[in-house]
C-alpha cells in the first residue's frame, strides 16, 4: 500500500550536437536508417556493458533528420496536400522538372538497392542522447483530497527530472563527440556541440512497481497483486524501472507471459 502510486518515472532525451556534414553521400549511406524485412531501423551507438553501471542511467546516441520539407518531393507533396489548382501544379512540376526527377532517382536508389532512408543535402543532423530516469519515490502520482464526486476526482503528478537523472549526460556526451571528432568519421563529419534541451519521450512507468515480495512492490512475479486475490495488473505501471527504448514490446512480452500464467492455472 505504501509504495502504490510511487516512482512514477520516464524517459527522456535531448540534442547534444549537430552533425557538420563533410561527405554527405557516406554520411547518408552509413548512419542513415535502414530497412530491414520492411521494418525501418535506426542505427545507435549504446554505453559499453563493461561501463560501471553504478547510479549511471541507461543511455544510448542517435542520429535525428529534420528536412525541414526542404526537398521537392515534399514540396510536391505540400502542394497537393492544400489542394491547389492543376495550372499550380503543372507550373510547379515544369519548373523544377530536373530537380523533382532527381529527388526521386536518389530516393528510389537509396530505398531499393541501398536499403536505407534518403535524406536532402539541407537536411539538419542531429545527435540525440537518450536517457532511462532513474527511480526516485518522490516521483508519485495521487488522487487529489478534495471532496469531489468520482467523475472528477483530480489526479496529482508530482514528476520531476532531477539532478542526478541527467548528471551524467554532459560528460558522456563529451566524451562521445571527442571520440568521434577524433575517429575517422570526422572525415564524413565533425560534430558541433549544442546546449542540452531536456525533453520527456512519452514512456511512463512505475506506480505498480513488481518485485519479490509485499514490502518492495505491489504485484508479484506473476503481476498479480499481494494484497488481492485474482487481481492482476499488466501495464507500464509494474515496469521497476522505464528502462532505455520504447516500452512497447517488453509491455506484449509480459502480457504473453500472464496469458500463459492464467491458462496454466485455470488447467489446475
Not at 505498480?208 to 507500464?236: A, D, E, F, H, P
Request: net charge positive; aromatic share 16%.
Amino acid at each position: 500500500g505504501k509504495l502504490l502510486g510511487k516512482y512514477f518515472s520516464d524517459q527522456f532525451a535531448t540534442p547534444c550536437a549537430e552533425f557538420v556534414l563533410e561527405n554527405w553521400k557516406k554520411f547518408n549511406l552509413y548512419f542513415s536508417p535502414f530497412y530491414e524485412k520492411k521494418t525501418l531501423n535506426s542505427p545507435r551507438f549504446e554505453l559499453s556493458p563493461r561501463v560501471n553501471k553504478k547510479n549511471i542511467p541507461n543511455m544510448f546516441f542517435s542520429f535525428a533528420f529534420n528536412s525541414d520539407n526542404s526537398g521537392y518531393i515534399d514540396k510536391l507533396k505540400i502542394l497537393l496536400k492544400k489542394k491547389h489548382s492543376k495550372t499550380k501544379l503543372f507550373k510547379f512540376f515544369f519548373k523544377n522538372c530536373n530537380k523533382i526527377i532527381y529527388d526521386c532517382y536518389n530516393y528510389f536508389i537509396s530505398r531499393f538497392i541501398y536499403k536505407r532512408a534518403w535524406f536532402y543535402k539541407s537536411s539538419k543532423m542531429l545527435l540525440i542522447v537518450w536517457v532511462e530516469q532513474l527511480p526516485d519515490i518522490r516521483n508519485n502520482l495521487s488522487i487529489s483530497k478534495d471532496k469531489l464526486n468520482f467523475n472528477n476526482t483530480k489526479l496529482i503528478i508530482d514528476w520531476l527530472l532531477r539532478k542526478k537523472d541527467y548528471n551524467f549526460v554532459k560528460p558522456i556526451s563529451d566524451i562521445f563527440i571527442k571520440n568521434w571528432n577524433n575517429s575517422k568519421y570526422r572525415e564524413i563529419a565533425y560534430l558541433r556541440k549544442l546546449k542540452h534541451s531536456f525533453e520527456t519521450v512519452y514512456h511512463p512507468t512505475g506506480m505498480i512497481r513488481i518485485g519479490s515480495s509485499s514490502k518492495n512492490s505491489i504485484v508479484n512475479k506473476n503481476l498479480r497483486l499481494w494484497s488481492i486475490k485474482n487481481c492482476y495488473v499488466c501495464s507500464t505501471s509494474v515496469f521497476p524501472t522505464p528502462g532505455i527504448s520504447n516500452t512497447g514490446l517488453t509491455l506484449l512480452a509480459l502480457s504473453l507471459r500472464l496469458s500463459n500464467h492464467l491458462k496454466n492455472i485455470n488447467k489446475n
